[in-house]
């Protein structure tokens, strides 16, 4: 699986309609989806294909026509994220007709030609499962711990400060391995 970390767009015409494709984080799908919205009163359509993994690591997707006929934007556009097996990844086409109708083979062969052409230009991470891990130290060690977070990758969640510090971290399983061993050499209080 892939994933990507931020905002891509291209813009593809075809027969004076203007496909302009936004490969965004799905995590800004809903603002982005506003403001473009916004930005484009004239637009006729804004297409939508999302997929993102919920809480139980399951992969959830949608896409929307929004007013095209039915099948011929939202699915192709979802079936090319899920060719490339993108998740946490949402895709919005905004469309501006241009006068010709494509008919629905050329609305399909549009939508995901503007897809494929925004994901040629996009940076696509390989996705790795992460997972927390809860640790406590004293306060002296703070510095030397979040040194050691940045240095292996870690992300830091939360942290809570009472007789003892007490962070909330997460990592793929390799990484947090590796950042115990080396964090047992340098903190002795964990």
């Known amino acids: 699986m892939q994933f990507i970390k931020q905002h891509f767009t ?3 015409e075809v027969k004076q309609s203007k496909f302009i494709a936004h490969l965004i984080p799905y995590n ?14 004239k637009a006729r359509h804004f297409v939508t294909a999302f997929r993102y993994l919920n809480e139980f690591s399951q992969v959830v997707e949608h896409s929307s026509d929004d007013g095209e006929p039915k099948g011929t934007s939202g699915k192709p556009s979802l079936m090319v994220l899920q060719g490339k097996e993108l ?4 895709v919005i086409i905004v469309r501006y007709f241009g006068g010709t109708k494509l008919g ?3 609305l399909v062969r549009a939508y995901s030609d503007a897809v494929n052409l925004v994901l040629e230009s996009a940076e696509l991470f390989e996705y790795k499962e992460r997972e927390s891990l809860t640790i406590a130290f004293s306060y002296s060690d703070a510095r030397m711990v979040d040194y050691e977070c940045e240095k292996y990758n870690v992300t830091v969640e939360s942290k809570s400060f009472e007789s003892e510090v007490v962070y909330t971290i997460s990592a793929t399983k390799e990484e947090l391995e590796t ?8 903190v002795k209080s964990i």
């Open 87 to 90: 998740i946490d990844t949402a």
């Open 179 to 186: 950042f115990m061993v080396a964090l047992q050499r340098v």
């Open 104 to 106: 629905t083979g050329g």
């Open 28 to 41: 800004l799908y809903e603002s982005h989806l506003k403001q473009l919205k916004e930005e484009h009163p």
């Open 10 to 12: 291209q813009t593809l």
